[in-house]
């Protein structure tokens, strides 16, 4: 059983930078992150290995965003940065035992939520 909680959520402008945590609690799993804007099915945003190699990306924030882990402090983390207002949606963090999925059925843990809200 894993169990997430993330926080870092806010409004912001347009250009500007977020970072988002993901406090884990479980076995080793791959961590990742989804989002959803309102009327729109989840979208996978990144996800990365226990070991924390091998990151990967949606292409639509590819060279904005960055994942990282630190197992030490059981923590995940999103940055965002170049924020436009379409990355505007509750972001979720999501935790699996299979690596490379980018579909939300194949993550079998999730969070609660944590809104972004980006101003134009």
């Known amino acids: 059983q894993v169990q997430l909680v993330e926080s870092g959520g806010g409004l912001v402008q347009a250009g500007d930078s977020l970072r988002l945590s993901c406090a884990a609690s479980?076995?080793?799993?791959?961590m990742g992150w989804f989002r959803q804007a309102p009327g729109k099915e989840r979208e996978f945003v990144a996800a990365?290995?226990?070991?924390?190699?091998?990151?990967y990306y949606a292409d639509s924030v590819k060279g904005r965003f960055t994942i990282s882990r630190d197992n030490a402090k059981n923590t995940g983390y999103l940055q965002m940065n170049s924020l436009k207002p379409e990355d505007t949606a509750v972001y979720y963090c999501?935790?699996?035992?299979?690596?490379?999925?980018?579909?939300?059925?194949?993550?079998?843990?999730w969070g609660q939520g944590t809104q972004v809200t980006v101003s134009s």
């Open positions: 990365i290995s226990w070991s924390g190699a091998n990151p």
């Open positions: 479980g076995r080793r799993y791959v």
């Open positions: 999501v935790a699996s035992q299979s690596w490379g999925s980018r579909r939300a059925p194949d993550y079998d843990y």
